[in-house]
């Protein structure tokens, strides 16, 4: 498909797209960021290595069915706006809930979720529509 320093330069850049979408996933409650931006950074890593190796490559690479993936997505989304319902809040007020015995370390919350779920089902639809354009 392409020569053998733009698939090792690739296999390298992809690594490093990954960590910064997961960088950008984790940032985005309060800076720039978020499940959109992180996906779409996904999204250019999964495209560069289908450019690359092929789309076959990339499907045996992923874990899951871009067409689960987005499922899963707008479960998460929707799942983490019932929550708030289920305490009393209106849909998608943000909630978080302390992680561990002490209530003074890490904490979860729904917008967490929320960003988890839109990532999921925007990296899903950039997988299904790149890896079907590659097909064809």
């Not at 706006?81 to 943000?94: D, K, M, N, Q, Y």
């Not at 979720?113 to 097909?135: C, P, Q, R, S, W």
């Amino acid at each position: 498909m392409g020569s053998h320093i733009l698939r090792v330069a690739t296999r390298l850049l992809v690594g490093l797209i990954l960590v910064f979408s997961v960088y950008l996933l984790f940032r985005g409650h309060n800076a720039p960021g978020g499940g959109f931006a992180a996906a779409l950074v996904a999204g250019t890593g999964f495209s560069l290595f289908a450019i690359t190796e092929g789309p076959q490559a990339v499907r045996q690479a992923l874990f899951i069915d871009p067409l689960v993936c987005m499922a899963w997505g707008l479960l998460l989304t929707i799942t983490s706006g019932v929550v708030a319902t289920l305490a009393g809040h209106p849909f998608l007020t943000g909630l978080w809930w302390p992680v561990g015995s002490s209530g003074s370390g890490p904490v979860l919350g729904s917008p967490m979720l929320f960003d988890i779920g839109v990532f999921l089902v925007v990296l899903g639809a950039i997988l299904t529509l790149m890896l079907h354009l590659e097909e064809s």
